[in-house]
């Protein structure tokens, strides 16, 4: 890499960063040797640490919770928006949101952004399952069932077989369609 580096580069980096070594990697020098430049092009961007990983959260908000969302809308034509939110949400690698969640359980700022983002995406399922049809109060009670199978498989760090995940979405999915 070259030192005409942006910010967007530094906050990808720290987001594999953050990923495969955890919250206490994400320092300025080991980032700046993995990209091949000197420490000056991080405080190009970032004043510090800190308001690095301000933006770093921000942008873990955007890549977890508004882009899925932007993706589920655009793609959801036959298949209804819930489900093909559940099918990403089991199937897509989830190390980053285990580190971030990680990182909450030290770090207020790291705890806020994650709820913030329960809250998002918590709101994004309510109102899919509202314009389905489903009351408000089976709605949240039904959203908040789905999110927390979808926060167990990402904590538990264990994929499921194939066939096994499959029948897994199925139920989930049938649970959220409210199908018999």
């Known amino acids: 890499m070259n030192e005409q580096l942006s910010a967007k580069d530094w906050l990808d980096q720290g987001l594999k960063v953050l990923a ?6 994400l320092n300025a020098e080991p980032m ?8 000056g092009s991080f405080y190009w961007h970032f004043a ?5 990983h301000a ?13 899925i969302i932007s993706g ?5 034509g036959d298949e209804p928006a819930i489900a093909v939110l559940l099918r990403r949400s089991f199937t897509i690698r989830l190390s980053l949101e285990r580190a971030v969640r990680s990182w909450a359980a ?11 983002i329960d809250k ?7 109102d899919l399952l509202t314009a389905r049809g489903l009351p408000p109060d089976v709605a ?18 264990r994929p499921l077989p194939a066939g096994q995940q499959e029948a897994v979405l199925g139920e989930l999915i049938r649970i959220a369609l409210h199908e018999p």
């Not at 495969?20 to 990697?25: L, Q």
């Not at 700046?32 to 420490?39: H, T």
């Not at 998002?120 to 309510?126: A, D, K, Q, T, W």
Request: positive net charge; aromatic residues 10%.
């Open 106 to 116: 030290s770090d207020a700022a790291a705890q806020h952004a994650v709820q913030a």
């Open 32 to 39: 700046a040797k993995v990209m091949g430049v000197s420490r």
């Open 120 to 126: 998002r995406r918590l709101g994004y399922i309510e």
């Open 140 to 157: 949240q009670a039904r959203a908040q069932v789905l999110y927390w199978a979808f926060l167990g498989h990402a904590l538990s760090g």
């Open 72 to 76: 589920v809308e655009a793609s959801a």
């Open 20 to 25: 495969s070594r955890g919250f206490t990697a």
């Open 55 to 67: 933006a770093l959260l921000k942008h873990w908000r955007d890549i977890a919770a508004e882009q």
């Open 48 to 52: 510090d640490v800190a308001a690095f």
